[in-house]
């Protein structure tokens, strides 16, 4: 089994700032990819950032320049600092662990909300 804890979301006003982290635990014996994926209410869920293999990073175009994900190996925690946050930020944010390319060997946090909002 394999468990994923969120924490630091909340509320924050346009401009601010957030940092996410995702802890991994439990059967982790290899690690393809970590990543952020959100979901803004109406939506379909889509990725923020993510690491593969422990070197190659992925954007979202919206969030290039503003966010940056960094991970923890001894820790298999990974992080998501937003700057410069925006209203069209708000969305919950789920950690996403992958411990090989099949997509039954993927694992979800169970979210952390992030609102943006004056």
């Known amino acids: 089994q394999v468990q994923l804890v969120e924490s630091g979301g909340g509320l924050v006003q346009p401009g601010g700032s957030l940092r996410l982290s995702c802890a991994a635990s439990?059967?982790?014996?290899?690690?393809?990819?970590m990543g952020w994926y959100r979901q803004a209410p109406g939506k379909e869920r889509e990725l923020v950032a993510n690491?593969?293999?422990?070197?190659?990073?992925n954007y979202a175009d919206s969030v290039k320049g503003r966010f940056t994900i960094s991970r923890d190996n001894a820790k298999n925690t990974v992080y998501l600092q937003m700057n410069s946050l925006k209203p069209e930020d708000t969305a919950v944010y789920y950690c996403?662990?992958?411990?090989?390319?099949?997509?039954?060997?993927?694992?979800w946090g169970q979210g952390t909300q992030v609102i943006v909002s004056s």
């Open positions: 439990g059967s982790i014996f290899s690690i393809y990819a």
């Open positions: 690491i593969i293999r422990g070197d190659l990073t």
């Open positions: 996403r662990y992958r411990k090989t390319v099949r997509p039954q060997d993927s694992y």
